[in-house]
């Protein structure tokens, strides 16, 4: 649906699809596009501010994006990416009664002695876990599931967990871009361009391992080194018995079973024709089901209380609010101009089009959504091919996009979703995550992994 006072002209030039949108009559004859960059500019500003909770900036900022006319309340509606809300909702709602069990604990105290309980040792353990995870499993799952251990381990071991959480979110960034299930951007190109599993592990796997190395060495030269804990909290930790941790072992048993079928789900997503957010909410409901029947109803009923207070409700709605803000951005028009610019700026040379592409991608995603800007990108260098010989001919450019989009997320704590989630559970645990420290820190380490792809895409493609 178009928004009101908002006109779509579109016009062809060297055969690549030039749009833009032309304000008619949003309030007080405004364009919307520059109306709907103001408002996300205005709402970042806020955000990065921190005077106020970012949920509560983000659902106002949505508001007004409806209230000034860019775009009417269904058409916003449309901007909220459900399949995430119930994918973020459901692991909540799993990973709040599995802990209960004590499994957390376990792989915790598992975790710390295999690393003889050297907190570097661990800060390095845990990355390598989570890289290898997300590139099987959506990465906001996966740090769902390693956070609540990581927490644990440095709570034992009395370390600082800032470093370790912020390692997380690069990681689960960098390894859910080796595969075409790994990362939702990577997700919209594979299946809007048809390439398959194998042929993202094949053109990514390879640079993604390079970076991965790179970037937990630099880690490890930031905070790694300066990691100590005392050797009686070490004594401690390799004196314990992981097995007494274990508090419910029929719920443990329920919960390993729930979440083997959900992640084997997952994986095979795709043939069974389901979305993640059907399998993650029904697995919630089956594992809060199978809790409810092994307890009394008067327990059973503190128990779905405790579980549903421990979802993350203002990340939840930060991410409603910010998707309708992006795409109002996007309805606006602002994305589509800023993509043809780009497309443009390239003339005729692939080298040219994969570097810009490459590097834009990267930016713009640590700064909006990649998903709308990837699904922008996608129809825009599909008009490019006939200038390149051919769809076959600008396969180089996917992984450009892929590559910018996913590592470019690892920029800022608003550049993907596996950031925000990791940011609130931080932060209800008392680990603060602050926009600007974490982006003076984050930035230049994305910039750096970029940096590797282009010398990658050189070498290979161009």
């Not at 009559?25 to 205005?42: D, R």
């Not at 450009?400 to 997320?409: F, K, T």
Request: glycine share 8%; proline share 4%.
């Amino acid at each position: 649906m178009r928004p009101r006072g908002c006109v779509k002209n579109e016009e062809y030039r060297g055969g690549v699809n030039i749009t833009a949108h032309a304000a008619s009559s949003v309030y007080f004859g405004l364009n919307p596009m520059w109306v709907s960059t103001c408002v996300l500019a205005v709402t970042y500003a806020i955000i990065m501010s921190e005077k106020v909770n970012r949920a509560i900036i983000a659902l106002v900022g949505a508001g007004v994006m409806i209230l000034v006319g860019v775009m009417n309340q269904e058409e916003a509606l449309k901007g909220v990416d459900w399949n995430t809300i119930g994918l973020l909702t459901g692991m909540m709602i799993l990973v709040s009664i599995s802990r209960r069990s004590g499994m957390f604990e376990y792989l915790a105290i598992w975790s710390a002695q295999a690393a003889k309980a050297h907190p570097a040792g661990i800060l390095f353990l845990l990355q390598i876990t989570t890289a290898v995870l997300s590139a099987f499993l959506d990465n906001v799952t996966t740090v769902l599931l390693i956070v609540p251990v990581t927490l644990a381990i440095v709570k034992t071991l009395k370390v600082p967990a800032y470093p370790y959480l912020f390692a997380e979110i690069f990681a689960s960034n960098i390894g859910g871009t080796a595969t075409l299930i790994g990362d939702p951007p990577n997700i919209l190109i594979g299946t809007q361009v048809g390439l398959t599993f194998n042929q993202f592990v094949i053109h990514l796997t390879p640079v993604i391992i390079v970076v991965m190395v790179v970037q937990a060495i630099m880690i490890h030269l930031v905070w790694g080194r300066d990691l100590k804990a005392t050797k009686p909290a070490q004594d401690r930790v390799m004196a314990m018995r992981a097995t007494r941790t274990i508090k419910d072992w029929l719920l443990l048993k329920q919960s390993l079973a729930v979440l083997t079928i959900v992640m084997v789900a997952f994986v095979l997503a795709r043939p069974l024709h389901l979305e993640p957010a059907t399998i993650a909410m029904f697995g919630a409901a089956v594992l809060m089901l199978l809790d409810n029947w092994a307890h009394h109803s008067e327990k059973a009923a503190h128990n779905i209380h405790k579980t549903f207070g421990d979802v993350e409700w203002i990340t939840i709605f930060f991410f409603i609010g910010l998707f309708i803000v992006v795409h109002g951005v996007e309805v606006g028009g602002l994305l589509a101009l800023l993509a043809n610019k780009l497309v443009a700026a390239t003339g005729g040379n692939m080298a040219h089009a994969g570097y810009a592409i490459l590097w834009a991608s990267a930016v713009l995603s640590a700064i909006v959504d990649n998903i709308p800007f990837v699904a922008t990108m996608i129809p825009l260098i599909k008009a490019m091919a006939p200038s390149f010989g051919g769809a076959d001919k600008i396969e180089p450019l996917w992984w450009c996009l892929s590559l910018g989009a996913c590592l470019g997320g690892n920029g800022t704590l608003i550049g993907a979703s596996a950031n925000l989630i990791v940011a609130g559970i931080g932060e209800r645990n008392g680990v603060p995550f602050r926009f600007i420290t974490y982006s003076l820190y984050a930035f230049p380490m994305m910039l750096v992994s970029i940096a590797i792809c282009h010398v990658y895409v050189w070498w290979r493609y161009f």
